[in-house]
Structure formats: C-alpha cells, structure tokens
C-alpha cells in the first residue's frame, strides 16, 4: 500500500454523489479528475471519500467516514430519505 498527498488534487469536496471520478493510474504519476457529469460554473468539485461505496446505506457510509475520515456527511443524498434500505411497496 502507497499513500501520497496531491495538495491541489485534496481541495475537492466530498459527496456521495461526486460530480467527479478520479485515478493516479497514469504515467505521470499524477491523480487525473474526469467529470462523472456537467459541471456548472461555480459548483464544488466532489469526488467521494467513502471507501464502502455511494450505493452502501446511509449508516454504513457515515460509520466509515467517521472511522476513515473524522466527519459525518451532509451531502444531498446522507440528507434525503435512504433509498437503500428496503421499503414495502404500499401496493
């Protein structure tokens, strides 16, 4: 296991629903961001701290980023209802 700090590469923000993905694996050895959708002008770039996945539930992303990372999510999806967890159809 490598570690390596990217200081412009580390202002990206978290999210759950990152507006990009990024890799290291490149010749350069260098960490590349590609857009995972439009960006607008003035958006965060959000790239996901979480380990376990953005599909994981709510719980299990926020139990691994306080583990991993000291901080509880507040993005857009830890903030709405969990589509993860199974509902019973009212029909």
């Avoid at 961001?33 to 376990?52: E, K, P, R, V």
């Avoid at 996945?53 to 306080?66: D, N, Q, S, V, Y």
Wanted: proline letters at 7%; aromatic letters at 8%; glycine letters at 4%.
């Amino acid at each position: 296991s490598t570690s390596a700090l990217y200081p412009l590469a580390s202002m990206a923000a978290h999210s759950c629903v990152p507006n990009c993905m990024y890799t290291s694996q490149n010749p350069y050895g260098s960490i590349s961001y590609f857009a995972a959708h439009s960006i607008a002008a003035g958006d965060l770039i959000t790239i996901s701290y979480a380990d376990c996945g953005c599909a994981a539930p709510t719980l299990e992303r926020w139990t691994e980023l306080a583990r991993t990372k000291d901080f509880i999510c507040t993005c857009p999806q830890c903030s709405a209802p969990d589509a993860t967890r199974g509902v019973k159809c009212a029909r």
